[in-house]
């Protein structure tokens, strides 16, 4: 069985909604989409884990990161993350 994290995640295979390009901008400025949707938490949990990159550097508005803690607790919450990734394209021939 492979873990999410074995899939490689590109910008178009995280679900739409609001604070999708946010998380794209804001969070892939330290690290890649894997880290992030490897991961799934509670929102109570994604906010201290925002708050703990704040304290590491990362940079937005306070409206920013509150789009970004409710876009990451909607999409890979504590139940079955791997199921909100949209499928990628085969490769081509």
Not at 38 to 63: C, N, P, Q, Y
Not at 68 to 83: E, R, T, V
């Amino acid at each position: 069985m492979l873990g999410i994290a074995a899939i490689p995640v590109c910008a178009q295979d995280l679900p739409d909604g609001p604070g999708k390009e946010t998380v794209m901008t804001v969070c892939t400025a330290c690290h890649g989409l894997e880290d992030i949707v490897a991961s799934r938490h509670t929102k109570a949990e994604w906010k201290k884990l925002v708050d703990k990159m704040i304290s590491f550097g990362a940079e937005a508005k306070d409206e920013e990161f509150e789009a970004i803690i409710n876009y990451l607790a909607k999409n890979f919450g504590k139940a079955d993350a791997a199921a909100n990734l949209k499928p990628s394209a085969p490769p081509a021939r």
